[in-house]
């Protein structure tokens, strides 16, 4: 992104009465729990893709195209790469399609780099990548908007939906991000996505997804899905495959399997959450609108809680090659983000998606201290001292945290949470010491 001058540290900091000293100290703070996980991946997902009975139908030969998103899910790749070999030894030649909407610049060259990013290769899944952006309208809804879908899977004998289960961050509703979804959205490339997001902006999300996945269902050669859902540790609780004729009847009862494991912060009232990093790996708004509770899409509500006043973003994850997408749910923001920030790539991704208040730029500040100094004025907290303020990696690890004094004290009272040792907010030239959650220990500075 072009520079732009920030105002400095000290011209800033001016504006405030408090100083580093004004702070609470701070503690490393870790819930505890025992989610249900998969013990074997692999053979989870063998078992899956026994329950599809429509691929037992196919001739050997047929080409299978398999939908490979981009979100950072921990166990995607295991999944793709077992089901790619399991089709194999049946004689079938399946292949991966990247099935991702606009992401990736909606370029078939940043569709592959987006699924490389994510441990997703030809050379890893021993099976043929196609990302070409190139779309054929299958349809029409009843509002006479066209449906879409990738001519790489169109071209197939078969389909195969591959995505994780679990609550959207733009809208609620029976269906949300999963199967449907990524045949609607995802197989939909940019115009399928574009003309989705346009009808739902117009209707219901959830009803038009549906009513649309059941057009795509009817029309191509889907033969079920293999759905995962994660546990609060972003590992595999559950994989299920589900034939195509039961995805609508089968999705809305994993959908509120997978709320019950959808990962949150310990705590619901903070005055500053900061964040160490956005992305799209992260989330598709770059931080997960369920754990900030804020929304800020078109016709949707806010939710009551988690209320946080204010959230401070520090960087972008390297996957997401600077589609910093979200950023407008910040109120602050490192000067590096924006140095890092691709521009074209957010504004397509936020185009097609419909709603360009996540791509508003907010608050840029020249460093960590700067930010947490200016929260003190912007929060409505009298004395910094009583500052509740809390740090967590990204939103798909909050139970591993940073936390004020005053929230450790809340805390401590928990039974699933242990909170470390109080100690000074560790700042070094204006940046946060490393954080020990980073590490997995309690040893190091815990700014």
């Given amino acids: 992104m072009t520079e732009f001058d920030v105002p400095s540290a000290a011209a800033l900091q001016a504006a405030t009465d408090a100083t580093l000293e004004d702070l609470p100290r701070v503690a490393v703070a870790r819930r505890h729990r025992e989610p249900e996980t998969v013990d074997d991946v692999a053979a989870a997902t063998r078992s899956a893709i026994d329950d599809i009975t429509g691929l037992e139908d196919l001739e050997p030969g047929s080409s299978v195209a398999i939908t490979a998103g981009s979100r950072g899910i921990h ?4 999944v793709l790469e077992t089901t790619v070999s399991v089709l194999q030894d049946r004689g079938l030649e399946p292949f991966v399609v990247a099935a991702m909407g606009s992401h990736g610049g909606a370029t078939a060259a940043g569709q592959r780099e ?9 050379a890893s899944l021993g099976c043929e990548i196609r990302t070409s952006m190139t779309v054929d309208q299958v349809g029409s809804d009843t509002l006479e908007r066209p449906v879409y879908a990738a001519q790489d899977a169109t071209d197939a004998d078969a389909i195969l939906l591959a995505n994780r289960v679990k609550p959207h961050t733009d809208f609620t509703g029976p269906v949300e991000s999963g199967l449907c979804k990524m045949a609607v ?10 003309s989705l997001h346009n009808a739902g902006l117009a209707g219901d999300f959830s009803e038009v997804i549906r009513e649309r996945a059941a057009i795509l269902f009817s029309a191509l050669p889907i033969v079920g899905g293999v759905a995962l859902i994660e546990n609060a540790r972003d590992r595999a609780a559950h994989i299920e495959g589900v034939a195509a004729d039961r995805i609508l009847e089968r999705e809305p009862e994993l959908l509120e399997r997978a709320r019950e494991t959808l990962p949150t912060l310990p705590v619901d009232d903070l005055d500053l959450l ?15 609108t369920n754990v900030v509770g804020r929304m800020q899409f078109h016709g949707e509500s806010e939710p009551d809680r988690p209320a946080i006043t204010r959230i401070y973003a520090r960087s972008i994850t390297p996957a997401s090659h600077g589609n910093a997408l979200g950023i407008g749910l910040a109120d602050f923001v490192h000067r590096d983000v924006l140095e890092e920030l691709a521009l074209e790539d957010m504004y397509v991704n936020i185009v097609t998606s419909g709603e360009p208040n996540r791509a508003k730029l907010p608050f840029v500040v020249p460093d960590d201290e ?3 100094l200016l929260s003190c004025s912007t929060t409505g907290v009298d004395d910094p ?5 809390a740090r967590i990696q990204n939103t798909m ?13 809340e805390l401590r009272d928990r039974p699933d949470v242990t909170v470390g040792e109080l100690r000074p907010l560790a700042v070094i030239d204006g940046r946060l010491a490393e954080a020990p959650y980073a590490s997995g220990t309690e040893t190091d500075d815990t700014g």
Wanted: glycine letters at 14%; zero cysteines.
């Fill in 75 to 78: 166990d995607m790749p295991n």
């Fill in 114 to 122: 987006t699924l490389a990013a994510l441990g997703v290769t030809e």
């Fill in 185 to 194: 959205v995802g197989l939909g490339k940019h115009r399928g996505a574009e």
């Fill in 274 to 288: 900061v964040l160490d990093e956005l992305g799209k790996d992260v989330s598709g708004t770059g931080m997960d």
């Fill in 370 to 372: 700067t930010a947490l």
């Fill in 385 to 389: 001292g009583d500052l509740r303020f």
């Fill in 397 to 409: 690890h909050p139970d591993e945290l940073v936390v004020s004094e005053p929230v450790a004290r």
